[in-house]
Structures are given as C-alpha cells and as structure tokens.
T-cell receptor, first 112, second 112 residues
C-alpha cells in the first residue's frame, strides 16, 4: 500500500469554475477526512466519513462544497463557483477506527 | 471554537542538540493528541501520539509529554538532525478517530 493518494497535486482554475479533487485512502481504512490548509496555518477540519456515511461537517464547509464517498473507498471533494478565498491546500486523511491517522500529500488549489 | 496553540513560531537549534517544542491546549475534555511533522509541499506526517490516560510516551528519538493539570503538551527530539527541519504541529481531538484540531505550528530549523 502506498499510503493516502490525492489527485491532482496541483490545480489552477479561474474564479467561478467548478473543481473536483479525489482521495484514495489506505485500503483497509474505514474513516476518511478532508482538511483545508492555508499558508502558515495548521490544517482545518472540513468533514469526515465512516465508510460511506458522512458523519460530521464543519461550518467551514459552505454550500459550495460537497464531499462524497459513494462506495466507502475513494472520496471526492467538489467546490462549485470557486472564489479566490478557496485557494489553499486540500488534505485528505484516513484511519482505521481510531488508529493510523494518516494524511496524503494534498491538492494545492489556486483560484485566479 | 477551542483550539490548540504552540508557544513559539520558530525554533533554531544546532545539529546534535535536543529540541523541545511546546503546545498549550484549551479543551480539558480532549483525550487524544498527535504530533505531526510537515515538510514543504507535503502533507503532515505522523510522529507520535498520546492518550489522556498517559503522561509520557516514547518513540524513536522522540518523546511526548502531557501535563493535563496545565493543559500542556511537548515534543522532545533527541540529537536533532538537519532532516528534522520542518514545521511541527500538535493536534487534539475530543474522541480519537474524529476531527483533529491543529495549532499554527512551530518551524524547526536545524543547522549543521
């Protein structure tokens, strides 16, 4: 297993466009998390799934953001009508229950 | 909301010195803590964790100390090496395996 995989690594988009990121967790991990990190700050929690169920969403997750994990394996994070303030690193993490909380390398989004 | 914070934004040490990175947390109900290392362009990398029923845990060259009385967490790195240069974050959560709350990070610089 190669760890948590995120694609793409970098994304540049024009303001107002929609973008979608993908996360492939460690295969046996049942929990999957999305975080956002801006320069100089620690990651901020967005949402998490246990298997295919989305169990918690942060108030940071506005209605332009949606996350899915349809089969309890990979997950997608979509941002609609992107704004410059959405520019950040989007990190995915996974865990097996309470253990092995592992992050991917992230997708860096730049909105121009 | 409540969050963890780090005492110093930067720490500079000489190779071979011992490093101590500190973190103060505010939520006395937090029961799980993790230290992460983050290098430029990469996701946070797990270093060591500790649960609230412990006050010390040791790993390879690293030790985490938890003082629940004053809500303080520290990471000690023995014989610091240039490869230890990175940003270090402490993170907490109320229940292991759910959302982590990160502080702003301490940048450790190790000179040869």
């Amino acid at each position: 297993d190669t760890g948590v995989s995120q694609n793409p690594r970098h994304k540049i988009t024009k303001r107002g466009q929609n973008v979608t990121f993908r996360c492939d967790p460690i295969s046996e991990h049942n929990r999957l998390y999305w975080y956002r990190q801006t320069l100089g700050q620690g990651p901020e929690f967005l949402t998490y799934f246990q298997n295919e169920a989305q169990l918690e969403k942060s108030r940071l997750l506005s209605d332009r953001f949606s996350a899915e994990r349809p089969k309890g394996s990979f997950s997608t994070l979509e941002i609609q009508r992107t704004e410059q303030g959405d520019s950040a690193m989007y990190l995915c993490a996974s865990s097996l229950g309470t253990r092995d909380y592992t992050f991917g390398s992230g997708t860096r989004l730049t909105v121009v | 909301g409540e969050s963890v914070g780090l005492h110093l934004p930067t720490l500079s040490v000489q190779e071979g010195d011992n490093s101590i990175i500190n973190c103060a947390y505010s939520n006395s109900a937090s029961d799980y803590f993790i230290w992460y290392k983050q290098e430029s362009g990469k996701g946070p990398q797990f270093i060591i964790d500790i649960r609230s029923n412990m006050d010390k845990r040791q790993g390879q060259r690293v030790t985490v100390l938890l003082n629940k009385t004053v809500k303080h967490l520290s990471l000690q790195i023995a014989a610091t090496q240039p490869g230890d240069s990175a940003v270090y974050f402490c993170a907490e959560n109320l229940q292991a395996g759910t959302a982590l709350i990160f502080g702003k990070g301490t940048t450790l610089s190790v000179s040869s």
